[in-house]
């Protein structure tokens, strides 16, 4: 799971009201979005998503994400620098579902706003709300090598 990020090329370009700006600091205080088209339920049931889904969490920055479990931690060099820790904002057991990897988070404004691109969903448990999403600006000297 290191390094879970991607950059593509476009064809054509985009206009500029259209992109967000990437963000270059912590938002830990703010509401986080998350928006994706991956499965709506968990299971055989599961199936993916018609229309762009979004749901409001509050980041984690301390011990308190359980890295779902010492079984999967040992596998991941977990650091806060590189990752994004998410939960419901409203403690409910709303989450990235499979099929939402690469899909975005972004803080809000207070007229609930996207402010920046934030991170970009990496992985998640199923038996857990916590979701882990890759920290876009850890990978900002990267990226603009590319662009």
């Not at 980041?59 to 650091?79: A, M």
């Not at 590189?82 to 099929?99: F, Q, S, T, V, W």
Request: proline letters at 6%.
């Amino acid at each position: 799971m290191e390094n879970d990020i991607l950059i593509f090329e476009l064809d054509e370009p985009v206009s500029a009201d259209k992109v967000l700006p990437m963000c270059d600091k912590s938002y830990a205080n703010h509401t986080i979005a998350i928006a994706g088209m991956g499965n709506t339920k968990l299971g055989a049931d599961g199936s993916p998503a018609t229309v762009l889904q979004e749901a409001k969490f509050k980041e984690i920055v301390d011990s308190t994400c359980p890295v779902f479990g010492p079984e999967f931690s040992s596998k991941v060099n977990w650091s806060y620098d590189n990752r994004i820790c998410l939960m419901p904002e409203d403690g409910g057991d709303e989450k990235a579902l499979y099929r939402d990897s690469g899909s975005a988070s972004y803080p809000l404004d207070d007229n609930e706003e996207p402010i920046c691109a934030y991170g970009l969903a990496s992985y998640g448990d199923k038996n857990v709300t916590f979701s882990v999403y890759t920290r876009i600006s850890a990978y900002i000297p990267w990226i603009n090598n590319f662009i």
